[in-house]
Nanobody
């Protein structure tokens, strides 16, 4: 069974940076679509960034130009580099994975409902 485990969350001041990591239990980065979703307190879950098996990416408009998704196939790790963080980026961030060929632009604009694998989340807090 595929599992993913996030790390790298923490507290940072606005304008700062964090890098989230997601380690998965199998060699799935070469075949699965993977990505990040987030949920802020009292708000609906939203997509952040996705990357498919051939490296194509898609980002939510709110993070374009600030966040970068990447993967290290050799080390079974997915990353989310977050720069120029804003208080509105405060949320629990979840790593996701799915074995299907997804329409990245459509999925990242949604809530992630139906995606196959979810991590437990890592909390990011950005103070002003």
């Amino acid at each position: 069974q595929v599992q993913v485990v996030e790390s790298g969350g923490g507290s940072v001041q606005a304008g700062g940076s964090l890098r989230l990591s997601c380690i998965h239990s199998e060699y799935i980065t070469t075949t699965y679509c993977m990505g990040w979703f987030r949920q802020a307190p009292g708000k609906e879950r939203e997509g952040v960034a996705l990357i498919d098996s051939d490296g194509s990416t898609s980002y939510a408009d709110s993070v374009k130009g600030r966040f970068t998704i990447s993967k290290d196939n050799a080390n079974n790790t997915l990353y989310l580099q977050m720069n120029s963080l804003k208080p509105e980026d405060t949320a629990m961030y979840y790593c996701v994975a799915d074995s299907r060929a997804l329409a990245l632009e459509v999925v990242v604009a949604g809530t992630g409902r139906g995606l196959e694998v979810w991590g437990q989340g890592t909390l990011v807090t950005v103070s002003s």
